[in-house]
């Protein structure tokens, strides 16, 4: 019986049946480390600056459709994930190190898979030679040469690959110079905190009486998720998977004191990153660290498909919103996170001169 599964894995097969290159699978005489990778805002353990030399990084990422509820209305979402998580966990290397990826596709799954790096070079970022169906596992290994923070997601093929992205299946890679991140001008610049903030943008279709359906299956979801998303207006633009998800228990830490490098990735959308209240002090706008960065942004730019970083040392206490500046996007359609800081309050930054108070009647005499 040919059902939609079976024609989704047939279409997405065809997609990718180009001159699949040879893999060789022997084992490069370098040591292994085995990373275990966690879900974002939070970044693994790792090195900003290193002394040994170049790895083979172990990374193991788990396919996992599942749906769930994106907003505090109850709206609930067919979403396709990397290890169950809205962006997929951030992967940190370094210049040199080999990124090694174990891609597992469970049989309980209902699509294939696969994975495009925009770190990687050839075979389509990785794509080609990832393809796997429920049940299939994959592991592929590529050299990380180009440093900057890059984004990945999944590209099965044809139509397949924008409803894949904006059902979740997207994340980012940063590849860190051996000895560290600079300013441009060779002087060292380190991090105390990173937090990986993942933009989605979702298209969730509405019913006749224009409530949002819910669908039990991603197959059941596709052609009128579809029909939305041709119209390119989202129903709801969020970071990290729901609208909240980094607000109020959620919200990232900071001390006053700290640098915080926030690394802000769109699989497929522009988006406009700001700190309200803060700045940018250095940024690196396309996100590649062999460019000098920008300084003291107010605002910066992350094309669709890419990742940028921005470093800020937090110099007062209290909440601190982090938007898209498209405002609209950031008030009604979810994309708004929120930094909680620590710290004493200094009155040189900002003051409040007088409260507020009645206008005063104006002086007649």
Known sequence: MFTRRAALISAAATALMLATPTFAAGDLKLPRQKVELVAPPFVHAHEQATTQGP????????????????????TTFQAMTFNGSMPGPLMVVHEGDYVEVTLVN?????????????????????????????????????????IGVFVYHCAPGGPMIPWHVVSGMNGAVMVLPRDGLNDGKGHALKYD????????????????????KSYDSPGEAFTETEE???????????????????????????????NVLIVHSQANRDSRPHLIGGH?????????????????????????????????KFLQPGIYAYVTHN??????????????????WNDDLMTQVKAPAEIPAPNTN
């Open 55 to 74: 790895k083979i990084i172990e990374f193991k990422l788990n396919i996992e459709e599942k749906k769930v509820v994106i907003d505090d209305k109850g």
């Open 106 to 146: 469970p049989a309980t799954n209902t699509m294939p898979h696969n994975i495009d790096f925009h770190s990687a070079t050839g075979a389509l970022g990785g794509a080609e030679l990832t393809l796997v169906n429920p049940g299939e596992q994959v592991v592929l290994r590529w050299k990380a040469t180009r």
């Open 193 to 212: 905190k990173v937090y990986y903030v993942g933009e989605q943008d979702m298209y969730v279709p509405r019913d006749e009486k224009g409530k949002f």
């Open 228 to 258: 939305v998303m041709k119209k390119l207006i989202p129903s709801h633009v969020v970071f990290n998977g729901k609208v909240g998800a980094l607000t109020g228990k959620n919200a990232l830490t900071a001390k006053v004191g700290e």
């Open 280 to 312: 940018g002090d250095y940024v690196w706008e396309t996100g590649k660290f062999s460019n000098a960065p920008e300084t003291g942004l107010e605002t910066w730019f992350i094309r669709g498909g890419s990742a940028g970083a921005a470093l800020y």
């Open 327 to 344: 405002l609209i996007e950031a008030a009604d359609l979810g994309a708004t996170a929120h930094f909680k800081v620590e710290g004493k």
